[in-house]
């Protein structure tokens, strides 16, 4: 299989910014694409994006140019083929030379268009590869429908308000009551619960005459809470007046993506209005989780501080997940420091972080080899593309952050999962 040509076309993202769309076209005339994704509160070792002084992705799309000429007359047996192809042409560690969203673009519209080409989903060509990169360890992972953690109220870089948090979600807590009743749960189920929250939500903020929006990723946005108590008790308000149980029922997350509330210079944390060390936040956020049914946190500490992780897993339950974002930014080498540190039971997983799906799969196959949970997620920039779904379908991923349950970009991605739920019930 080959590819004959690589188009690129400036478009434009969940926030009105540029991004690129990559087309691959093969020599059998088949094509698909990709819209590439990206962050707003970005770790500094996420793969470079190209972009001109003016946010314009223009610099990447002439990249594709130089790409499709190296690539003349190769001939691709797999998606990996291609990806090893990629990261030795770019040669840096963070692909700064080809720039992540370029390598990104090609990396998956490539694996599209070759599953189009073969007659399989995409999900069916990366549970494939991910298992032939697990062939070694005589482990295979089957397909499994993930269940969703709706974001649904939003601050930080996320929002324009008072709230330094970045994510407060509402998890089904399915994934964490019982693992083995995850298949049996139809996705609609899932999705109702994120729905009646948010609007239970928005409707009790409406009710007390607080302003309200939407943030980045569909969650509401409010200038009348800045704290994470508060933030807190009305999610939970909101949950008790839905009919759905704490606890039983609905679980907490919280996407705290520190690096926004921490000072370098003073080493200290501004959070819920007071002024914290490293040190004096961890019962803080000990606290929370005994005070409300928080069961993930990510992100607590700086993208440095990974000793600060490791005092947070120790201390708290079993089974809280601590989850490192901006920490490992998808790179298998953060992830391998972060396991023999203990810093993290969980990791998020973005590919538009690492640049290629081979390398996401990489971090995904060494989670799994030291049962850390990944969770593929989605950005606060993001489009119509779906991908990400069928990403964590493919992987087996037992959570999926993809938004909430208002904003089409966010949407698109949960009529994705339930498109494929259809697909593996034999309902296509």
């Excluded at 062939?135 to 709706?150: A, R």
Aim: charged residues 25%; aromatic residues 8%; glycine residues 6%.
């Amino acid at each position: 299989m080959k590819i004959s040509k690589l188009i690129g076309k400036e478009i434009y993202d969940s926030r009105g910014n540029f991004t690129i769309r990559v087309r691959v076209v093969l020599d059998s005339g088949v094509s698909d694409f990709f819209d590439v994704p990206s962050g707003a509160s970005k770790g500094s070792h996420e793969a470079i994006e190209l972009r001109n002084t003016s946010g314009s992705v223009l610099p990447a799309i002439q990249k594709l140019d130089v790409i499709e000429s190296a690539l003349k007359d190769i001939d691709l047996s797999s998606p990996l083929d291609l990806d090893k192809f990629l990261i030795d042409m770019d040669g840096t560690e963070n692909k700064s030379n080809l720039g992540g969203n370029t390598t990104l673009g090609v990396s998956v519209a490539f694996l599209k268009a070759y599953s189009k080409n073969i007659g399989v989903s995409y999900y069916m060509t990366i549970n494939k590869l991910l298992n032939s990169l697990l062939k070694s360890e005589g482990i295979v992972v089957d397909i499994n429908i993930p269940v969703p953690m709706f974001n649904i109220l939003n601050g930080g870089q996320h929002a324009d308000n008072h709230l330094l948090l970045q994510e407060f979600m509402v998890i089904p807590t399915q994934y964490f009551n019982n693992a083995s009743e995850l298949k049996k749960k139809p996705v609609s189920d899932y999705l109702n619960i994120g729905a009646t929250i948010l609007h239970l939500l928005s409707k009790r903020l409406k009710d007390e005459n607080f302003f309200y929006g939407v943030g980045d990723e569909g969650g509401v946005t409010t200038d009348n809470i800045s704290d994470s108590i508060t933030a807190l008790a009305n999610i939970s308000d909101a949950v008790k007046s839905s009919g759905y149980k704490l606890y039983d029922d609905v679980c907490f997350g919280i996407d705290c993506a520190s690096n926004y509330y921490y000072n370098e210079q003073t080493k200290e944390f501004t959070f819920d209005n007071a002024k914290y060390t490293s040190e004096s936040l961890l019962p803080v956020y000990l606290k929370l989780l005994d005070d409300f049914p928080i069961s993930y946190i990510e992100d607590p500490y700086p993208e440095e501080s990974f000793d600060d992780f490791a005092s947070l897993v120790e201390d708290s339950s079993n089974s809280t997940l601590i989850a490192g974002d901006d920490l490992i930014t998808t790179n298998p080498v953060r992830l391998k420091k972060a396991i023999d540190n203990a810093s993290i039971n969980s990791v998020i997983i973005k590919p538009n972080q690492i640049g290629t799906v081979m390398e996401s799969l990489e971090t995904v196959k060494l989670s799994i080899l030291n049962d850390i949970t990944y969770i593929p997620s989605h950005r606060s920039g993001e489009t119509l593309d779906s991908f990400i779904t069928d990403f964590a379908v493919g992987t087996g991923a037992k959570l999926l952050k993809a938004g909430s349950m208002q904003r089409g970009e966010r949407i698109a991605k949960y009529i994705r999962l339930l498109e494929i739920e259809d697909e593996l019930n034999g309902n296509k």
